[in-house]
């Protein structure tokens, strides 16, 4: 499957991975190259740190073009759920071609970084923590069907704790 996705210019950060074709809510955009698996045979390559995901069971990957470059948004297009052990980004609603591929980095994270966005969306928070459970609570709620199931597993607790709190 060749990706409709083209690497260039961005008006949010840096690169930005863009759509060459329409996608309908619920498409698969790309699968995700997780081939590079991080650890002391294969470090990250030095000032690449900030291309790196964090998966289950600690599991550090270096991300390959062109996922590399999908930019954070706080109001996100896409979102990544993991089928079969591959890793594939998601439309959330319908995209047109030329539009960015944007996807929420707090969605299936755990940590305490923070930075500030720029992502220029309405809805923008500005500074961003990292962790999931430190998005605003309508966030989460909004964000809860998007959930991997491996990141279900790791946060049981305080998933069971965030769906008592939302009636669910």
């Given at each position: 499957?060749?990706?409709?996705?083209?690497?260039?210019?961005?008006?949010?950060?840096?690169?930005?991975?863009?759509?060459?074709?329409?996608?309908?809510?619920?498409?698969?955009?790309?699968?995700?190259?997780?081939?590079?698996?991080?650890?002391?045979?294969?470090?990250?390559?030095?000032?690449?740190?900030?291309?790196?995901?964090?998966?289950?069971?600690?599991?550090?990957?270096?991300?390959?073009?062109?996922?590399?470059?999908?930019?954070?948004?706080?109001?996100?297009?896409?979102?990544?759920?993991?089928?079969?052990?591959?890793?594939?980004?998601?439309?959330?609603?319908?995209?047109?071609?030329?539009?960015?591929?944007?996807?929420?980095?707090?969605?299936?994270?755990?940590?305490?970084?923070?930075?500030?966005?720029?992502?220029?969306?309405?809805?923008?928070?500005?500074?961003?923590?990292?962790?999931?459970?430190?998005?605003?609570?309508?966030l989460q709620k909004e964000y809860l069907p998007l959930l991997d199931d491996?990141?279900?597993?790791?946060?049981?607790?305080?998933?069971?704790?965030?769906?008592?709190?939302?009636?669910?």
């Amino acid at each position: 499957m060749q990706p409709a996705v083209i690497v260039a210019e961005s008006e949010i950060q840096g690169l930005g991975v863009f759509a060459t074709a329409d996608f309908a809510s619920g498409d698969v955009i790309l699968a995700i190259d997780d081939s590079y698996v991080v650890d002391d045979e294969h470090p990250v390559p030095p000032g690449e740190e900030r291309h790196c995901d964090y998966l289950e069971r600690g599991k550090t990957v270096w991300m390959q073009a062109p996922e590399r470059h999908i930019n954070h948004s706080c109001h996100p297009n896409t979102y990544v759920l993991t089928r079969d052990g591959v890793r594939y980004v998601l439309a959330r609603r319908a995209i047109r071609a030329g539009s960015e591929i944007t996807y929420d980095y707090c969605v299936n994270s755990s940590g305490d970084t923070v930075w500030q966005c720029h992502c220029g969306v309405a809805r923008c928070r500005r500074e961003i923590h990292s962790d999931f459970f430190h998005l605003p609570l309508d966030l989460q709620k909004e964000y809860l069907p998007l959930l991997d199931d491996w990141f279900r597993e790791e946060r049981a607790v305080e998933i069971a704790e965030l769906e008592s709190r939302l009636g669910q």
